[in-house]
């Protein structure tokens, strides 16, 4: 998996979508909860301020220093943008002093939640960077000591000992602020409490504003400006913008140029979704007479969603053009015994990324059928075939997914953890580490790593019970 450096470094260099996806998916959670902190628990207001913060990331991406702690800025990002729209409600201090009042305790006694959460980040602000980005990673983002010492220069030893000083000094400082606990106690209630989940859909709602306004500045996203912000709709645009970076680039140096062409082409293509809704005027005509029963708002809902079913289609067979194309040269270059190493990450780069493509698209299918069949359960890729489909008839996936749960996706817990489906086999990097492939209830989907190849212990807590008989 590529650390928040790398995928800087793509997104400043080539402009990725994917990385800066991926950076985003990453650190929503611990800007989300910090902005909800400092807002005192506004929702609206917090998500004004995550969008504000990585639309700073987007903007800024290309200037920020080669050994920033990105967790760190992020925080420190939160604080300034934060501040500056509290500085327009007329209630703030009010509001500020009220809740200090009511949550200051005498007691030695370990602090609730409600009692910490006011004071917290104003402690964090008064803390050295260093401090901070120790506190952040450990316990905001909730890394092993092991990730803290390398994400810090240092070893997990130091780390350690980095992370027990800051958290003495922050203890400290919330003393001086009226609370008393302990060290111990402290982690304990920031560790469970810190980070809540951001909004669903709240991810896709940032990435595409976040980009979006870098197209006045000459960038080319009108994708997301039409995509909605509906749940099955979110998982959609994910998969489309997925799908326009996810032809593989494995060739030789004489091809690069000729198939760097041919996906500013496709990307071209993107830029006429709207006209391309007509494609499947069949289908979605189909589609409203046998659900009668819905209400407009719901069949027109329909329609949307099925045109840009179409879409996504369309795009799947112009990449299957490209990866025909692109395994031939695959054969030629075989010969070639002058392959580079970063021509070889590249390749496994882009392998992967075509895996995750697969899973999100089958998850896809199983919404669509979810809709249309609701209570049916889906238990294999038959059910579904016609949603997974290109045009020619041919199927859009790789058939190497098992299902591992097909109930009510609306009914558990965390969607975001609870794997769907699956890899059949997993397979290794040149590098010996293992690989699989992994779509989940809430749309999205991820390559996980296992250097002994025993996936089982990562998997057992992220399997959903079987579903009921009952729908």
Known sequence: MLDDQQLLRSFGRDGSEAAFTELVTRHVNLVYSAALRRTGGDEQLAKDVTQQVFTDLARKACSLPGRVVLAGWLHQATRFAAAQMLRTERRRHAREQEAVAMNISESHAAPDWAQIRPLLDEALDDLSDEDRDAVVLRFFEQRSLTEVGAALGSNEDAARKRVGRALDKLRALLMQRGLTTTSSALSAVIMANCVQAAPVGLTATVTGISLAGLTAAGATLSLWNIMTLTKLKIGIASIAVAASVATPLIIQHGKLSKLRDQNQSLQAQLDQAAQLAADNERLSNALFQSRATL???????????????????????????????????????????????????????????????????????????????????VTNLDQMTKYLRNQDGTLAITNDFEFVYGGNFRALTNPASAIVIREREAWQHPNGKWFKAYGFADGHSEIHTEPDGNFEAWEKPRLPAPPSSSP
């Open 295 to 377: 209400s407009d708002d719901q069949r027109r809902e329909l329609l949307r969603l099925r045109s840009e079913v179409g879409l996504l289609r369309r795009q799947t067979n112009d990449l299957a053009r490209l990866q025909e194309e692109n395994r031939r040269l695959r054969t030629a270059r075989a010969a070639d015994t002058d392959t580079s190493e970063d021509e070889e990450q590249e390749q496994w780069k882009q392998i992967a990324i075509v895996k995750m493509n697969d899973a999100k698209k089958t998850v896809l299918g199983m919404f669509l059928h979810a809709e249309e069949q609701p209570g049916v359960i």
